[in-house]
């Protein structure tokens, strides 16, 4: 699926997703990762979604985003809030969506010039 931004603030996007790879500004990632408008930390920690752990959310609390945007992958699934709760605890929203609609939702408000970041099981 490949996105196209026609206007928005300065910063990473988004540029396609295919399952197995997102591409970033032109350039093709294959590994999870966690994406923000001025930083890209390639590889995430995080191998898989059934293995989370809360210390995978650990490098978002440094980061302090005003919402994680977390793509699951294929599926649209649902983390333990036990793993996410020191984000809530510090005002850090959390959305969990296939991985195709982070990076579509990433897009938009990134172009909104949100405090965003995209944890993505690619």
């Known amino acids: 699926m490949k996105f196209v931004m026609s206007s928005g603030g300065p910063g ?10 997102v591409r970033i500004d032109g350039r093709p990632y294959t590994q999870n990762l966690i994406l923000l408008p ?10 898989e979604f059934d293995a989370l752990e809360p210390d995978d959310f650990a490098p978002l609390l440094e980061l302090r985003p005003d919402l994680v945007l977390l793509g699951t992958g294929a599926r649209h ?46």
């Open 12 to 21: 990473h996007v988004i540029s396609a997703y295919h399952a197995g790879e």
């Open 38 to 47: 001025e930083q890209i930390l390639a590889p995430w920690g995080a191998r």
């Open 77 to 122: 699934r649902f983390p333990d809030p036990r793993l996410y709760a020191p984000l809530i605890g510090h005002g850090i929203a959390l959305e969990a969506m296939t991985t195709a609609a982070a990076c579509r939702t990433y897009n938009i408000l990134m172009g909104e010039g949100r405090r965003i970041a995209a944890a993505l099981f690619v």
